[in-house]
């Protein structure tokens, strides 16, 4: 294992005997993988470029949450992830060898016994990988990535053991005889097609699937203390936000108004976006649907409020909340009732998550009823899938993406929407019938 400060690789015994430190420069190592249970066995490297790629080389601030569903999605991608080709392989090899070296053999001699066995084996073993792919689909800690290639890897192996019975048949057909060979022929030909059937189920399900996180918070907050200890803070990790810091706005500044207001739903997120400039960048106001920063947040209002042709971006969770995110901006007293305002909903969107199928989506009760409760005015702007997704309790939260995603999702959504032309948006007329152009940005970044 590397070491962080001179470099030099230290084997178990150096570690050992150097007490945990760098035989060479005596830094301390904060983990060690040979005492770690997998998959959360890591390296102090490992730990050292998720910190640099979340802030990207300490260039950006990001949120605890965020380096959190990093770490969770890097040690999940540790996991052994066979590529479809892979699997193929792991199938054909040996049955390629063991026809080459044990049944060839015996043919020659016209001995076909071993090759009658030889077919049956095969459907066993394809039938050995329906089931483990099925557990391991099955399993909320396999990722998305998983389970595509899983399912892929079994079509693969479901139509090469197709090919190999089709072979076998047309080689060996006369000398087994009618009856044996249309019998194993079939056997091996039904067991082929349901792997082939099954693979192809598991990928149009990917959308319903879910995930369950391999990293508890608990432990995560224990790892980032002890690396704190030894190689010091992280300088663009944020602390939680906090309600009552007060944040001031010059006299000069308050005279004049932002061309754009970006809303998002968690404190977290409004406290990172302004820590990374997004505000100056932009011409942009910055602010939580809590109204976070709160000491500033009615002089910013009062400045948006003399622009007529502000737009509004609303970045949140796609969650029940996420959903009524934009109703209350348009029916709020607080926020924009009564007044008809340009709203861009950036996401996160449960279409989005539909389409793309590359978000890792959790599941929750509380979101669940969350969801039955939505009122009829938000519920109309959904699709029936997607009330479908919440009603079923499934999120995914604004902090699963990195500073950089959520930069780069900001920038698109307002290009977009200043290239939006009118017959772009769709009005959207909520309860109270304050209306507003609202749109809706199918692709999340």
């Not at 997998?38 to 300490?58: C, H, M, V, Y």
């Not at 300088?235 to 061309?259: C, H, M, Q, R």
Request: hydrophobic share 45%; charged share 20%; aromatic share 10%.
């Amino acid at each position: 294992m590397k070491c962080i400060a001179c470099g030099t690789d230290n084997n178990l015994r150096e570690r050992t005997e150097h007490g945990g430190r760098c035989s060479r420069c005596q830094h301390p190592f904060v983990f060690e993988p040979t005492t770690m249970t997998p998959p959360l066995r890591f390296t102090d490297g490992f730990f050292e470029k998720a910190i640099a790629d979340i802030s990207a080389n300490d260039t950006l601030y990001f949120t605890p949450n965020q380096f959190y569903y990093l770490l969770n999605r890097r040690l999940k991608q540790k996991q052994v992830t066979t590529r479809p080709t892979g699997c193929l392989a792991i199938f054909g090899f040996p049955v390629i060898l063991s026809f080459a070296f044990f049944v060839m053999p015996r043919v020659a001699l016209e001995e076909y016994s071993l090759l009658i066995a030889w077919l049956l084996g095969m459907a066993a073993l394809v039938f050995l990988a329906i089931i483990t792919t099925f557990i391991g689909y099955s399993s909320q800690r396999s990722s998305i990535r998983q389970r595509r290639n899983t399912a892929s890897g079994l079509q693969l192996v479901g139509g090469a053991e197709i090919l190999f019975a089709v072979l076998a048949s047309l080689a060996f057909g006369s000398q087994l005889g009618a009856t044996d060979i249309f019998a194993v022929f079939t056997i091996n030909v039904i067991v082929g097609m349901v792997a082939i059937v099954i693979g192809y189920l598991q990928k149009s399900r990917l959308g319903n699937t879910t995930e369950v996180p391999i990293l508890e918070h608990r432990q995560f907050r224990d790892w980032l203390q002890r690396w704190t200890r030894v190689n010091g803070e992280l300088p663009k990790l944020l602390p939680p936000p906090i309600s009552g810091e007060t944040v001031t706005i010059s006299p000069d500044v308050s005279a004049y108004s932002f061309d754009r207001l970006i809303v998002v739903e968690s404190e977290a997120i409004a406290q990172m976006l302004i820590a990374n400039n997004v505000h100056l960048e932009h011409n942009a106001a910055i602010l939580s649907i809590t109204g976070y920063p709160h000491n500033i947040f009615s002089t910013v209002m009062e400045m948006l409020r003399r622009n007529p042709n502000l737009s509004v971006y609303a970045l949140h969770d796609a969650s029940p909340k996420g959903m009524a995110m934009v109703q209350q901006l348009t029916t709020d007293p607080q926020w924009f009732q009564g007044q008809t305002v340009n709203v861009i909903d950036l996401g996160l969107l449960p279409r989005q998550i539909l389409t793309q199928l590359t978000f890792a989506v959790y599941t929750s009760k509380d979101r669940e009823k969350e969801a039955k409760r939505l009122p009829a005015s938000v519920r109309q702007q959904l699709s029936p899938e997607e009330l479908t997704w919440l009603e079923a309790g499934k999120f995914v939260e604004l902090e699963a993406f990195g500073p950089q995603k959520l930069l780069q999702v900001i920038r698109t959504g307002i290009s977009l929407g200043v290239a939006a032309d009118s017959d772009r948006l769709s009005t959207s007329t909520w309860g109270d019938g304050d209306s507003g152009m609202f749109l809706a940005v199918d692709s999340f970044g």
